[in-house]
T-cell receptor
């Protein structure tokens, strides 16, 4: 069975501090991994996916198949990064059938 | 603006009743999926439709059913409502050209 684990419910940092939101997964095949973000009073939206290898809003995430992890990182957090972050996986070519983690709330204080 | 709209935004039902939730999307979004998000949890996949046919289902009982229409709209129906069905129900549509999934704002269902 596929599973996504986000061990932290809440991560609180100061502005300018580095951020790492952890995500571990279990899946028997070759999944595609995503990070979704939900800002206050906004809908869930895609932040990045591992296959595109992009950096969005300063965030990056590297897929580590050995450790089955897909941690989200940003070197210098900004207040506007405060949001709920969800890690998700799907089977390749099944982008709409996602398995989500429970989410991590990131709070960036001034 | 993602073009995915859901209705109603909020509704209250009692146990045993039936509910229909609606979603509308746009041209080029031929795949629609529905998710249930309970409080404090991540979204959980219910099922998916492509060109009006169900082609994927999560671990939900048959009383959760759906329809997709040619005009890029869809419905989620839940029969015999239970208290645990109280949740935010999210519709998501897949852009055929980019493979990106776009979510609606959700319908919040409360079952009393």
């Amino acid at each position: 069975a596929q599973r996504v684990t986000q061990p932290e419910k809440l991560l609180s940092v100061f502005k300018g501090a580095p951020v790492e939101l952890k995500c571990n997964y279990s899946y028997s095949g070759s999944p595609e991994l995503f990070w979704y973000v939900q800002y206050s009073r906004q809908r869930l939206q895609l932040l990045l996916r591992h296959i595109s290898r992009e950096s969005i809003k300063g965030f990056t995430a590297d897929l580590n198949k050995g450790e089955t992890s897909f941690h989200l990182k940003k070197p210098f957090a900004q207040e506007e990064d405060s949001a709920m972050y969800y890690c998700a996986l799907s089977r390749i070519s099944g982008y709409s059938t996602l398995t989500f983690g429970k989410g991590t709330m990131l709070l960036v204080s001034p | 603006e993602t073009g995915v709209t859901q209705s109603p935004t909020h509704l209250i039902k009692t146990r045993g009743q039936q509910v229909t939730l609606r979603c509308s999307s746009q041209s080029g979004h031929n795949t629609v999926s529905w998710y249930q998000q309970a409080l404090g949890q991540g979204p959980q996949f219910i099922f998916q439709y492509y060109r009006e046919e169900e082609n994927g289902r999560g671990n939900f009982p048959p009383r959760f059913s759906g329809l997709q229409f040619p005009n890029y709209s869809s419905e989620l129906n839940v029969n015999a409502l239970e208290l645990d069905d109280s949740a935010l129900y999210l519709c998501a549509t897949l852009a055929d050209n980019t493979g990106e999934l776009f979510f609606g704002e959700g319908s919040r269902l409360t079952v009393l």
